[in-house]
């Protein structure tokens, strides 16, 4: 993105770039992924104004009923009707996921900017730690970070999740940044006397941004992955809310006789994830041809 | 070679040390301190200041740190902080030896399956088979263990009737039954980890499909089959096993939620109690072994690859 138009060049990458746009929409994949996820999107918009009861406190007198005409899912051992609380579940987690994945990407792309381009001091101690955080599992880390902090509000989640993202974003960003460095663009920009910043951000940047791209996607899964996780093993989100996992939480203990307050939130989970693979393999498969 | 190691030793070692820096800043990230928080708002300062004086954690960080890390090395994990004050080690070395049992069951499920599904797909690569083995393999990846989990206990156990439903078996059972109740979060842990697995494998695959050595096979008359078997499969599995190794962090990452699904006292369970309960230096210490296990089953693998790649083997450092 330099001030400078460069008219031929703009134009042949703006045609890649609506051919790619083109493949992406005609793959199976990712209209399937992307239809579903537009699903979840409308439930966590309108919330209650489609669930048929209330998700969070409608008392009906029928507690713990199986599956029936009124009560499509069944309702729990509250009596709260189980498939308003599955349209209702999706909100939360649509919210944070995409929170800690977007914190994630701009900390990990700075920090795999910074150490691939600077290489040396830097680069090797960056390098150092983000080997030593990666070796604990996130929910590990995760859990760990909690109990230290000692609060489990909905920013703790993101921020511990984003905390731990971002190396492993910054290492793919780092990568990349590492091939285009030797590049003679950025010789040409570094003789031309501008600033490292303003090389990175603006010269390097801008060609690193499909891997990032693809990275951000796959983070996204693992992001929802993670929520839903730490939601139930009880360090995410927390009653009352309608969380898929959290309603999981809740009556996973129930299982063999109310197995439809588990069964439906949990097939609403696997959805959500399956359907933001396929969008994030469909990118990639473009991205990368 | 020789070199090759002694930096990735280096390497791992300098991990450590920063990971035991991690754990031990975690802890200190608390806010207040730790005779407030394990002693409840209603304690007298004077209690406090008691119990952080006999804990030491009246000193300065870095002398706690030095003593805690003095501590570790030479294998002395401390004492948990809930009563009744059992050793770390007591607490932890039952929960590793129930978490090794299920790890290996796993692993002796995802990997033929991983390498069978990825050597199918490889073969194929590009086709619906290929396709249909990826899609299903990742999509699987990314459903959260205790999910799949669920869907399993609902459909084997409580319908079907043919596993426990807890994985934690009567005291005194013979392996048989051990074997029985782990069956059902072995799978669960091997649908997730069976994409990986399998991706691994296909690009091996299709990589030793492309080479040389294999046109050269076909070349001389040999046929499919045996150009498959003795060139192909050769070549694309040694690395593939080495690299699988490297899955185990993520196995015990999964851990904590099927242990907590299927009722499990493993590590993941243990480490999942102790933060509930704001047990420190049982959190701290769990966290410590399993990151230790990450970085030297990785370490192995790592050399392992190296072993088997000529190009590695003898360039003497990287």
């Given at each position: 993105m330099s001030v400078v138009a460069q008219p031929a060049v703009r134009s042949e990458a703006s045609v890649a770039r609506r051919e790619r746009w083109r493949l992406l929409v005609r793959s199976p994949s990712f209209i399937l992924g992307g239809t579903i996820i537009l699903f979840w999107i409308a439930c966590a918009i309108l919330g209650n104004h489609i669930t048929p009861y209330d998700p969070r406190f409608d008392q009906t007198p029928e507690i713990g009923v199986a599956p029936s005409w009124q009560h499509l899912f069944g309702t729990d051992r509250l009596g709260r009707d189980v498939f308003s609380r599955v349209l209702a579940g999706s909100r939360d987690i649509l919210l944070i996921a995409p929170l800690a994945t977007l914190l994630a990407t701009l900390v990990g792309t700075t920090l795999g900017l910074i150490t691939g381009y600077f290489k040396g001091i830097a680069d090797d101690t960056i390098s150092r730690v983000i080997d030593a955080l990666l070796a604990i599992p996130l929910i590990?880390?995760?859990?760990?970070?909690?109990?230290?902090?000692?609060?489990?509000?909905?920013?703790?989640?993101?921020?511990?999740?984003?905390?731990?993202?971002?190396?492993?974003?910054?290492?793919?960003?780092?990568?990349?940044?590492?091939?285009?460095?030797?590049?003679?663009?950025v010789e040409a920009a570094r003789l031309r006397g501008e600033r490292s910043p303003y090389v990175m951000f603006s010269e390097v940047l801008p060609n690193v941004m499909p891997p990032i791209l693809v990275e951000a996607t796959i983070r996204l899964g693992y992001a929802i992955f993670a929520v839903a996780t730490l939601s139930f093993i009880g360090f995410g989100l927390q009653p009352p809310s309608p969380d898929w996992a959290v309603q999981i939480a809740d009556n996973y203990q129930d299982l063999s006789f109310e197995w439809w307050t588990v069964l439906f939130p949990a097939l609403a989970i696997a959805s959500l994830v399956v359907a933001v693979n396929l969008v994030s393999d469909s990118v990639q498969q473009v991205l990368e041809r | 070679m020789a070199r090759y190691i002694a930096k990735r030793l280096g390497l791992a070692l300098i991990t450590l040390v920063l990971l035991s820096m991690i754990v031990f800043g975690a802890s200190q990230l608390l806010p207040g301190d730790l005779g407030r928080s394990v002693l409840g708002r209603d304690a007298t300062a004077e209690a406090v200041a008691e119990y952080n004086h006999e804990h030491g954690t009246d000193?300065?960080?870095?002398?706690?740190?030095?003593?805690?890390?003095?501590?570790?090395?030479?294998?002395?994990?401390?004492?948990?902080?809930?009563?009744?004050?059992?050793?770390?080690?007591?607490?932890?070395?039952?929960?590793?030896?129930?978490?090794?049992?299920?790890a290996i069951f796993a692993f002796c499920l995802v990997v033929p399956f991983g390498i069978l599904g990825g050597v199918l797909s490889g073969l194929r690569a590009g086709k619906a088979t290929d396709r249909t083995i990826t899609v299903v393999g990742l999509s699987l990846a990314v459903?959260?263990?205790?999910?799949?989990?669920?869907?399993?206990?609902?459909?084997?156990?409580?319908?079907?009737?043919?596993?426990?439903?807890?994985?934690?078996?009567?005291?005194?059972?013979?392996?048989?039954?051990?074997?029985?109740?782990?069956?059902?979060?072995?799978?669960?842990?091997?649908?997730?980890?069976?994409?990986?697995?399998?991706?691994?494998?296909?690009?091996?695959?299709?990589?030793?499909?492309?080479?040389?050595?294999?046109?050269?096979?076909?070349?001389?008359?040999?046929?499919?089959?045996?150009?498959?078997?003795?060139?192909?499969?050769?070549?694309?599995?040694?690395?593939?096993?080495?690299?699988?190794?490297?899955?185990?962090?993520?196995?015990?990452?999964?851990?904590?939620?099927?242990?907590?699904?299927?009722?499990?006292?493993?590590?993941?369970?243990?480490?999942?109690?102790?933060?509930?309960?704001?047990?420190?230096?049982?959190?701290?210490?769990?966290?410590?072994?399993?990151?230790?296990?990450?970085?030297?089953?990785?370490?192995?693998?790592?050399?392992?690859?190296?072993?088997?790649?000529?190009?590695?083997?003898?360039?003497?450092?990287?």
């Open positions: 590990v880390l995760a859990v760990t970070v909690v109990a230290a902090l000692g609060s489990r509000s909905t920013w703790t989640v993101i921020i511990v999740i984003a905390a731990v993202f971002s190396p492993i974003i910054a290492r793919t960003v780092r990568a990349a940044v590492l091939s285009e460095a030797d590049l003679d663009y | 000193r300065s960080v870095v002398v706690q740190y030095l003593d805690w890390a003095g501590g570790v090395a030479r294998g002395d994990l401390g004492r948990s902080l809930v009563p009744p004050e059992q050793p770390v080690w007591d607490v932890l070395r039952p929960a590793l030896l129930n978490s090794l049992k299920l459903v959260p263990e205790f999910v799949t989990g669920l869907v399993l206990i609902l459909a084997l156990s409580i319908w079907a009737g043919w596993f426990p439903v807890s994985a934690q078996w009567d005291p005194g059972s013979g392996p048989l039954t051990q074997v029985e109740h782990l069956t059902l979060p072995a799978i669960a842990l091997t649908l997730v980890l069976f994409g990986y697995v399998a991706r691994i494998t296909r690009a091996g695959v299709i990589e030793a499909m492309d080479a040389d050595y294999t046109r050269t096979a076909y070349l001389k008359g040999l046929p499919r089959k045996t150009v498959i078997r003795r060139h192909v499969l050769r070549n694309a599995l040694l690395p593939t096993i080495a690299v699988i190794g490297t899955q185990v962090g993520y196995l015990l990452g999964g851990l904590v939620a099927i242990e907590l699904l299927f009722n499990y006292q493993g590590i993941g369970l243990t480490v999942l109690d102790a933060a509930k309960l704001r047990d420190y230096t049982v959190l701290g210490a769990g966290v410590l072994i399993i990151g230790f296990t990450y970085v030297m089953v990785t370490l192995v693998g790592d050399i392992i690859s190296a072993l088997l790649n000529p190009r590695v083997r003898f360039s003497g450092s990287e």
